[in-house]
């Protein structure tokens, strides 16, 4: 079964500060990579979503790579500001009808 | 564009009720499905739907079922709650077959379930 592993659990920045978040799988077998933004009792909101055959994407202040064979994705946060505090949701499409999660960084950015 | 609508957003229930959680899109997706978030957990699949008719089940579909009689609508039913399925509830939707590959997936808003 696919294990999908993020670190940290959670993050304390200052604002401006440039940030990593790391996702973790371990069957590179996979279609595609999402990552999502979770605001606090609130719903998903994609963010960027990286192809199989993709090394990364970019959308903003947002960069997202891909390392299929290890394994592994980065979110990229440049300048980051406290509205980009929530939580950062990792999810890979490894089967045909399944995504499966990681438990998320808490990311809070301090004024 | 309303994209995944989940009714409604909170939920109490006492033990052994049963409810209906209510889940529609408008991006005429084929593919539905239903998830559970838990405290220290990912997001697990319950029930899915490729189509109208057809359903199927996740990793976690014990307690729950699922029918999809129109591509907009696929409700989820508790047919008799336990504490046990005291969770956030998420509907989410995509395009299905090849293209769906290249597109993600959308998500609700979720429903906030307490059994008591």
């Known amino acids: 079964k696919q294990e999908v592993t993020q670190i940290p659990a959670a993050l304390s920045v200052p604002e401006g500060e440039n940030l990593v978040l790391n996702c973790s799988f371990t069957?590179?077998?996979?279609?595609?990579l999402q990552w999502f933004r979770q605001d606090p009792g609130k719903g998903l909101t994609s963010l960027l979503l990286?192809?199989?055959?993709?090394r990364e994407q970019t959308s903003g202040r947002l960069n997202a790579s891909l390392d299929k064979s290890s394994g592994r994705s980065t979110l990229y946060i440049a300048a980051s500001q406290p509205g980009d505090s929530a939580t950062y949701l990792c999810?890979?499409?490894?089967?045909?009808?399944?995504?499966?999660f990681g438990t998320g960084t808490r990311l809070t950015v301090i004024p | 564009n309303a994209g995944v609508t989940q009714t409604p957003k909170f939920q109490v229930l006492k033990t052994g009720q049963s409810m209906t959680l209510q889940c529609a899109q408008d991006?005429?997706?084929?593919?539905m499905s239903w998830y559970r978030q838990d405290p220290g957990m990912g997001l697990r699949l319950i029930h899915y739907?490729?189509?109208?008719?057809?359903?199927d089940q996740g990793e976690v579909p014990n307690g729950y079922n699922v029918s999809r009689s129109t591509t907009e609508d696929f409700p989820l039913r508790l047919l008799s709650a336990a504490p046990s399925q005291t969770s956030v509830y998420f509907c989410?939707?995509?395009?299905?077959?090849?293209?769906?590959?290249?597109?993600?997936?959308?998500f609700g808003s979720g429903t906030r379930l307490t059994v008591v």
């Open positions: 989410a939707s995509r395009v299905s077959g090849t293209q769906s590959l290249n597109y993600g997936y959308t």
């Open positions: 069957d590179s077998a996979i279609y595609n």
């Open positions: 990286i192809q199989s055959s993709q």
């Open positions: 999810a890979v499409r490894a089967g045909a009808n399944n995504l499966f």
């Open positions: 991006m005429n997706h084929e593919y």
């Open positions: 739907s490729v189509g109208a008719g057809i359903t």
